[in-house]
């Protein structure tokens, strides 16, 4: 469950900030923000504590209804919040059940209390009777939603239907959509460190057997696809549970948007990359043995379920790898995400993806700005022929060459490009400078030839499609290249 084509409602007591989170939720996902109650006040033309105090709640709860209603058949998707007693009502429930994802704005008690004291909140006039309201509608709160959040990130992370708590792996089985069979497709290291745990949360509902990729790129080929097409025995109404890294969530998603011409899946990613990046956002495809990724579809999970615990397992250069991506990520969102701990940086990272992804799904506009460092990477990777540079190696190149690019042309503070050399370190590599230089020049996102780059020119603003002299981009090539 997403709000790809949805309506994002926010439900939640007063106080709760549904106002506040939801504007910079609609700003982060490029939609309209709606709040029901300033919408009700301007067609009323009178502030909501009037409305009550002088036609009564009952007529102010069938006004909330016939124009909550109205604003959730509208067609534009956009994030609205809703009044604190809105869900009360039950047409307003089943137009947010038809209409939108629905996330419930956790807040305590006290909190709401100390926040509503602003004199103009009719059901904020005495304590006792606030705090018996709040009791009485959490049921119809946690009834209603279909996830809860706790601040504009987790509300960013629902709208794409991503989870991320420590500990989820375990409740696997609740957290995979829908009632039909499941079937577990997991990269061998994965499956013998956590393919127990996985079958095991599931349950009862894995009828539909566990099948094994090879680990690494290798899972990425024609052969090892069209072997897993080959064993899935799935209907419509199965779901597909990839386990592993971003290797077996490309492929396994990719099985997913074409088995039977798409059935659904969940992401399960157990790696860095794949938790802050790969598992996120639809992207799903094989290589070619010419290209990386050239064969692919956008086929976005019906939920990424993200435990950071499962990173305890994976190996030191696995995390540096994924740490080059936690860089960009930082970068991009304009926050020090590299210096936060595991759980909360994989967190962060995931929403920002969301964000981006949710704001522009087919890869049009701003989700190209992802590919920060990327164009420097693949050539690299290209003059490696695939096999002695790692991707987390050549993402930390390409992101020293991309900001010290950005520092000379668009007078980005060197102090950002600094933050590559601080955290990443990377080391030259020895790579055949004209295949990746080929490689460049053939890049997906290069237009007539042209290299067309992500660059920024702030901390949190980058700039994408900026086309530069070939002989400067070439010179940042080589400059990343041992000699
Ligand atoms: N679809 C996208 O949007 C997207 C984005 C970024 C990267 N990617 C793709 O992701 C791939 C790289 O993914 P990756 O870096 O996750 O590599 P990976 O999937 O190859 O995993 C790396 C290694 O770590 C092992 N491993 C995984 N989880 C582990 C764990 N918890 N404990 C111990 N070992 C573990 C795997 O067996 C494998 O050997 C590339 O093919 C890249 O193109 C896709």
């Not at 396994?252 to 860095?272: I, N």
Request: with cysteine; glycine share 10%.
């Amino acid at each position: 469950m997403n709000a790809l084509d949805r309506h994002l409602a926010l439900i939640g007591f007063m106080g709760a900030g549904k106002s506040t989170v939801g504007n910079a939720a609609a700003e982060k996902l490029g939609r309209p923000f709606v709040d029901a109650d300033r919408v009700i006040e301007a067609r009323v033309g009178l502030p909501i504590a009037r409305i009550f105090d002088e036609r009564g709640e009952a007529e102010f709860r069938r006004l909330e209804a016939e124009i909550t209603v109205e604003l959730l058949e509208s067609a534009t998707p956009t994030v609205l919040s809703l009044g604190g007693g809105a869900v009360g009502t039950i047409e307003i429930r089943k137009a947010l059940h038809a209409h939108a994802l629905t996330v419930l704005l956790e807040v305590s008690v006290a909190d709401a209390w100390k926040r509503s004291q602003n004199g103009q909140r009719p059901l904020a006039r005495d304590r006792e009777r606030f705090e018996q309201l709040y009791e009485e509608r959490q049921g119809l709160y946690i009834d209603t939603a279909d996830t809860a959040a706790r601040d504009l990130h987790d509300v960013i992370l629902a709208a794409g239907g991503v989870h991320v708590a420590v500990g989820a792996l375990e409740r696997l089985g609740e957290l995979v959509p829908g009632a039909g069979a499941v079937s577990l497709v997991g990269d061998r290291r994965v499956l013998g460190i956590y393919g127990a745990d996985a079958q095991l949360a599931l349950g009862t509902r894995l009828t539909a057997g566990t099948h094994e990729l090879p680990s690494g790129e290798e899972a990425k080929s024609g052969v090892s696809l069209e072997r897993l097409w080959g064993e899935l025995r799935l209907d419509r109404k199965s779901t597909l549970v990839a386990l592993g890294g971003g290797c077996t969530t490309d492929v396994a998603g990719f099985a997913a948007a074409t088995y039977m011409r798409g059935v659904p899946w969940v992401s399960v990613p157990t790696t860095l990359v794949g938790q802050v990046d790969a598992a996120i956002g639809g992207k799903t495809g094989i290589n070619l043995p010419t290209a990386k990724n050239l064969i692919g579809a956008f086929h976005w999970p019906t939920r990424t379920v993200i435990d950071p615990v499962l990173l305890e397992t994976l190996p030191e250069s696995e995390r540096a790898g994924g740490m080059a991506e936690v860089v960009k990520t930082g970068l991009l969102a304009g926050e020090r995400i590299w210096e936060l701990p595991d759980a909360e940086l994989v967190r962060r990272c995931a929403a920002h993806k969301v964000a981006v992804c949710l704001r522009d799904p087919h890869d049009r506009a701003i989700r190209t700005s992802l590919n920060l460092g990327h164009t420097f990477a693949h050539a690299l990777e290209a003059g490696a022929a695939y096999s002695t540079v790692t991707h987390g190696h050549a993402v930390a190149l390409g992101l020293r060459a991309a900001l010290q690019l950005s520092v000379k042309h668009l007078g980005l503070d060197p102090k950002w490009s600094a933050v590559v050399e601080d955290v990443l370190k990377p080391k030259p590599v020895r790579v055949d400078i004209e295949r990746a230089w080929a490689a460049m020049k053939r890049d997906k996102k290069a237009e007539a030839g042209k290299t067309r780059l992500v660059l920024l020119e702030a901390f949190g603003r980058p700039v994408w499609g900026v086309e530069l002299p070939d002989d400067e981009v070439r010179t940042a090539l080589e400059s990343l290249v041992e000699r």
